[in-house]
Every structure is written in C-alpha cells, then in structure tokens.
C-alpha cells in the first residue's frame, strides 16, 4: 500500500515533464539547424571557390529557419 500523497506527486511529475517535452529539444534543434546550414555553406564555398559567402548566407538562413520553429512551436504551446 502506498501512501495517499505519493500517487498525486507522481502525476504532478508526469504531467510536468509531459508538459516541457516540446521544449527540451528547442535548443538542441536551433543548434543542429545553425550547425547544418554553417557546414553546409562552408562546403559550398570550398566547392565554388567563393570564400565566406555561401557560410554567411547559409548560417543566416539556417538560423532565420531555428527561430521560426522556435517561435512556431512556442506559439503553439501558448495556445493550450
């Protein structure tokens, strides 16, 4: 038999954690998505012979990509 008080506490837990799962990858997904569109770029340029253009431009749209999912799945949050 379990006490009455460790039941509630444990579903407080659950539902806590099932509640800031959406956000737990945010940051590893922004990260990903930079490091991505950085490497990207990078092998562009080495390909094209065009030094930082395609690095620049590839890091500023993956980073542009991040914060829309970011804010997208954010708002989506929000509205619960």
Same mark, same amino acid.
């Given at each position: 038999?379990?006490?009455?008080?460790? #039941?509630?506490?444990?579903?407080?837990?659950?539902?806590?954690?099932?509640?800031?799962?959406?956000?737990?990858?945010?940051? *590893? *997904? %922004?990260? &990903? *998505? &930079?490091?991505? $569109? %950085?490497?990207? $770029?990078?092998?562009?340029? $080495? #390909?094209?012979?065009? #030094?930082? &253009? +395609? %690095?620049?431009?590839?890091?500023?749209?993956?980073?542009?990509?991040?914060?829309?999912? +970011? +804010?997208? *799945?954010?708002?989506?949050?929000?509205? #619960?």
């Amino acid at each position: 038999m379990r006490p009455e008080g460790s #039941r509630g506490s444990a579903r407080g837990w659950t539902r806590g954690l099932r509640e800031a799962a959406p956000l737990l990858g945010l940051g *590893t *997904t %922004l990260a &990903v *998505t &930079v490091l991505a $569109g %950085l490497g990207g $770029g990078y092998w562009l340029d $080495g #390909r094209l012979g065009t #030094r930082p &253009v +395609f %690095l620049l431009l590839g890091g500023m749209l993956a980073l542009a990509a991040g914060l829309y999912h +970011f +804010f997208k *799945t954010v708002a989506r949050l929000q509205k #619960r």
